[in-house]
């Protein structure tokens, strides 16, 4: 198997190679001027200039993605619209503006991605069914507590599940208890993403395989890429935890690099051992549990490794390394499926902050930034990219009051001390990557 490229890996695409491949827009090969330029096409970046199309329709926009669409963290995620966020520990009423600040980030993108898939009838394998929270152990069986008393004080819809019931929703005798939050959605997120960039408004110009190499910021800003420059009044990073030369001083996020496995399509026969829904989605009440999905076309997903490797995926042969833990975990759930292969493998990198917060900022008059999701990409996302947009068009709306009002992301150290301390903090919070939470 040939070695993959520690930056730009073609060779597993996440979510992308479950579906027939598309027409990619081109890259840009001549100079461009634009009011508008925004960088990164995942959630954020698309709905940033969505937005923006939105507000200044005779503007045009200009919207650039370094690698093909779809091959960031926006489709190599698991495939879930939160609507409602967990917060680690007990229930704290001195906390509660921060709560319904978060809740009301999410369900402003949760709307917004429902709305557009329904008006522009996007295929995506959309489904609001609520969204399963599990305990694998005894510190998760405490935090599944803690998550249903918050559910009630907030009196948020839910359903406390015990061994018994998860194993008949989820054909898995391996957790202890659960909650199915009721509010919430999963999707094939390759698939929502490529159907939101086909329905852009006519002013926004979409270029893939665009990388930004530098950044010259001023009354006009010129942003440097391999075969033209864009001169912008105006320029928005929408790209999770990424940074150029010349855009800020400090970093405040780094990249995490999680792995997971896709089965084949299965069989009527093995679907019916896996409980009585026809799909669903887990999340683990262990930060470094598994997610695992069943997928409207009937596969499971798992995802359960974390990892520090300086904003690398992984190459072929840690991958296939790192898949010998996805299949454990996934036998000891289902070991009724035991005989069923792995079809796909993939990595993808998340944007994370030293304290679990996101980035939302206006660094000059000219440049502003948005990214940095934790794991929650595809609502949060979403909204602070409608968020981003209006602020930089001077809006003063609730979603950018709550977006500004969020806990600032810490600053981080400089080379090496930044390596060092990411490869501890994410080995800290991921704990137990490997024993299965």
């Known amino acids: 198997m040939r070695q993959a490229n520690p930056i730009f890996d073609n060779e597993t695409r996440g979510w992308v190679d479950l579906i027939p491949p598309r027409q990619s827009r081109p890259k840009l090969t001549s100079d461009l001027e634009a009011k508008w330029l925004v960088i990164g096409a995942g959630f954020t970046g698309l709905s940033c200039a969505r937005r923006l199309a939105e507000i200044n ?4 926009i200009i ?11 926006s489709g190599r995620n698991s495939g879930y619209a939160v609507a409602h966020s967990h917060f680690s520990g007990a229930y704290k009423e001195s906390q509660l503006e921060k709560y319904q600040r978060v809740d009301r980030i999410n369900q402003v993108g949760l709307n917004s991605l429902r709305a557009l898939v329904k008006d522009n009838n996007i295929n995506c394998d959309w489904i609001d069914s609520g969204i399963y929270h599990t305990a694998a152990d005894d510190d998760s069986e405490i935090e599944c507590d ?3 008393n918050y559910l009630k004080k907030r009196e948020i819809k839910h359903t406390p599940l015990s061994k018994e019931q998860l194993h008949n929703h989820l054909g898995t005798g391996w957790y202890k208890k659960g909650v199915k939050v009721e509010d919430g959605a999963l999707m094939q997120p390759a698939k929502l993403v490529f159907g939101l960039a086909e329905n852009l408004p006519s002013n926004v110009e979409l270029y893939e395989n665009t990388p930004v190499l530098k950044m010259d910021l001023g009354k006009t800003n010129k942003v440097i890429t391999p075969d033209a420059t864009i001169t912008a009044k105006k320029v928005i990073m929408a790209c999770n935890y990424e940074s150029f030369e010349g855009a800020h001083p400090k970093q405040r996020a780094v990249g995490v690099t999680l792995s997971g496995s896709i089965t084949r399509v299965l069989e009527k026969n093995e679907i019916k051992m896996l409980g009585n829904q026809s799909s669903w989605g887990i999340l683990s009440l262990h930060s470094g549990g598994a997610t695992i999905r069943l997928t409207d076309d009937g596969r499971i997903a798992i995802r359960n490794t974390a990892e520090y490797k300086n904003h690398h995926l992984l190459t072929d042969q840690q991958l296939i390394k790192r898949q010998q833990i996805h299949r454990q975990a996934f036998d000891n759930r289902f070991p009724q499926l035991s005989h069923v292969p792995f079809e796909f493998l993939y990595s993808g990198v998340e944007g994370v902050s030293a304290n679990k917060t996101n980035i939302f900022e206006k660094f000059s008059d000219s440049l502003y930034y948005a990214g940095c999701f934790n794991g929650s ?5 979403t909204a602070f990219g409608i968020g981003i947009a209006e602020y930089a068009c001077e809006y003063e709306s609730s979603i950018v009051k709550d977006c500004l009002a969020i806990e600032k992301a810490k600053w981080l150290p400089p080379k090496p001390l930044l390596d060092f301390g990411a490869w501890f903090t994410t080995k800290q919070r991921f704990k137990g990557v490997g024993r299965d939470r």
Not at 57 to 60: E, G, L, S
Not at 63 to 73: E, I, K, V, W, Y
Not at 377 to 381: F, M, Q, V
Request: hydrophobic residues 35%; proline residues 4%; aromatic residues 4%.
């Open 63 to 73: 919207l650039l993605d370094a690698r093909g669409l779809g091959q960031n963290a």
């Open 377 to 381: 990409g595809i609502t949060k996302g």
């Open 57 to 60: 329709p005779k503007d045009k």
């Open 146 to 148: 803690h998550f249903i």
